[in-house]
């Protein structure tokens, strides 16, 4: 049995008229539809050619995505009363709260950082305006600026 993710559904899309389509090209022993996306089970030997045929088919008049599904996408559709399939982070041995290991050295913009020091940021200073040698004696020549009216000549009409 494969496992297939099928993409860019429309929201009023039914597990029922999925089936239909996939059942055209393969045996379809399973379809769960969730808000613009499904998973459809399938028993096919080659599922590469149902995804190649089913991949960008119209279907509510919006192109559909059909991938196999990749492993961790099956668990946001497990039961959530099932503890042992819980993805929920649980407290440590010690009891002292911590609910999380420390996942290491993590790598940003090729920099290492300690993912519990968390990252420091330290602006740049920025650079000072550089000064005219003049600037102080050119300031104090210029006269403010005073526009002048100028109306349009009337043509010597009065």
């Given at each position: 049995m494969v496992k297939l993710f099928v993409g860019n559904l429309t929201d009023h899309c039914e597990a029922n008229?999925?089936?239909?389509?996939?059942?055209?090209?393969?045996?379809?022993?399973?379809?769960?539809?969730?808000?613009?996306?499904?998973?459809?089970?399938?028993?096919?030997?080659?599922?590469?050619?149902?995804?190649?045929?089913?991949?960008?088919?119209?279907?509510?008049?919006?192109?559909?995505?059909?991938?196999?599904?990749?492993?961790?996408?099956?668990?946001?559709?497990?039961?959530?009363?099932?503890?042992?399939?819980?993805?929920?982070?649980?407290?440590?041995?010690?009891?002292?709260?911590?609910?999380?290991?420390?996942?290491?050295?993590?790598?940003?913009d090729g920099v290492q950082r300690g993912a519990t020091t968390g990252l420091k940021f330290t602006p740049k200073r920025l650079p000072t305006r550089p000064k005219s040698p003049n600037f102080a004696s050119s300031q104090a020549s210029r006269k403010p600026f005073t526009p002048k009216l100028v109306l349009p000549n009337d043509g010597g009409k009065k």
């Open positions: 008229k999925l089936k239909q389509v996939f059942q055209q090209f393969t045996k379809v022993t399973g379809c769960d539809v969730v808000k613009n996306y499904a998973f459809v089970h399938i028993e096919d030997e080659n599922p590469l050619s149902t995804i190649d045929r089913l991949n960008g088919y119209v279907l509510d008049g919006k192109p559909i995505i059909v991938q196999i599904s990749k492993p961790g996408l099956e668990d946001s559709t497990s039961d959530v009363s099932d503890e042992s399939n819980s993805s929920r982070p649980k407290l440590n041995k010690s009891g002292n709260g911590s609910v999380f290991k420390s996942p290491g050295r993590i790598i940003i």
